[in-house]
C-alpha cells in the first residue's frame, strides 16, 4: 500500500494535509471520497504532508477495539500502511497561528496545513471548515473530501 513519489517539479500536484477520521475511513470503506483521496495520494497523484503524531494518531485510531471487531484489517495491513505514512512529507507545524479554531484540539492540523504550505486541509470538521476563506489563511483551502475531489475533477477537465 504504499505511495508512489510525485516526479519533482511535477505540476498540479496538490500538497494536502488530511484530517485523521477522513483518512482512516478511506482505509477502512473501499468506496467513497475518502477512499478515492487515499489513492490519489498512493498514486502520487497529491502529496500527502503528516507528521509522527498524526500517524501515531492513525495507529491508535486503527488499534481500537471497536474498529477491530468492525472492520477486518490484519495487523500486517495496519503496519504496511504506517509504513507508507511515514514514507509521506513530513511537515513542519507553525508555531505562531494567525487564527485559532473553535475547538483548540483542531490548530494542530491547522498550524501543520500553514506551516507546510499546504494548499488544501482536507476535513469534515465544522471548527476548521468555518475558517476557510479567512484572510489569514493566505492560499490555504479547507474543504471537505468531496469538495476536495470535485475541485481536482473540475481541474483535470479544463
Do not use: C
Not at 18 to 45: A, K
Not at 119 to 144: E, F, K, M, S, W
Amino acid at each position: 500500500m504504499s505511495a508512489a513519489k510525485p516526479m519533482a517539479g511535477s505540476p498540479n500536484i496538490n500538497r494536502v494535509v488530511v484530517d485523521t477520521n477522513i483518512f482512516v475511513s478511506g482505509i477502512l470503506v473501499n468506496q467513497g471520497y475518502p477512499h478515492r483521496l487515499l489513492r490519489l495520494w498512493q498514486r502520487g497523484e497529491i502529496v500527502l504532508i503528516t507528521t509522527p503524531g498524526l500517524i501515531a494518531e492513525v495507529d491508535r485510531t486503527l488499534h481500537r477495539d471497536r474498529i477491530r471487531r468492525k472492520y477486518p484489517i490484519s495487523e500486517e495491513e495496519i503496519q504496511e500502511l504506517l509504513e507508507s505514512l511515514r514514507d509521506a512529507e513530513e511537515g513542519v507545524p507553525r508555531e505562531d497561528l494567525p487564527l485559532a479554531s473553535r475547538d483548540v484540539t483542531d490548530d494542530p492540523l491547522l498550524a501543520l496545513a500553514l506551516g507546510s504550505g499546504a494548499d488544501y486541509l482536507v476535513t469534515g470538521d465544522q471548527d476548521l471548515l468555518v475558517l476557510n476563506g479567512h484572510p489569514a489563511l493566505g492560499d490555504l483551502q479547507i474543504v471537505r473530501g468531496r469538495d476536495f475531489l470535485a475541485l481536482l475533477d473540475e481541474a483535470e477537465a479544463t
